[in-house]
């Protein structure tokens, strides 16, 4: 069973930063892209950063200039640094990553969340 587990969430200071994790367990075949979304309360779920197998990357434009995304492939995991944080970016975000559990099509796999939280 593949399990994506998230952890790094939590209260931060506007200004300040903070890094998430999420690391794929389990087992499977291949891991494609793998990224990060975001939900604040009365709002639609929305893509902040995204992370291809081979390294391309994109964001939202909310975030650029501000957040970086990044994966350790050896260690099935994908981190989101995130720099000068607003009070905006409160959320709960999720990881997503599409895994291929055998050869075949990839599914879309979800993270549990983690809270965010930027106020003084």
């Known amino acids: 069973q593949v399990q994506l587990v998230e952890s790094g969430g939590g209260l931060v200071q506007p200004g300040g930063s903070l890094r998430l994790s999420c690391a794929a367990s389990g087992t499977f075949a291949a891991i494609y892209d793998m990224g990060w979304y975001r939900q604040a309360p009365g709002k639609q779920r929305e893509l902040v950063a995204r992370?291809?197998?081979?390294?391309?990357?994109n964001f939202a434009d909310s975030v650029k200039g501000r957040f970086t995304i990044s994966r350790d492939n050896a260690k099935n995991t994908v981190y989101l640094q995130a720099n000068s944080v607003k009070p905006e970016d409160t959320a709960v975000y999720y990881c997503?990553?599409?895994?291929?559990?055998?050869?075949?099509?990839?599914?879309?796999?979800w993270g549990q969340g983690t809270q965010v939280t930027v106020s003084s």
């Open positions: 997503n990553a599409a895994i291929s559990v055998f050869v075949g099509p990839a599914a879309a796999y």
């Open positions: 992370i291809t197998s081979s390294g391309r990357t």
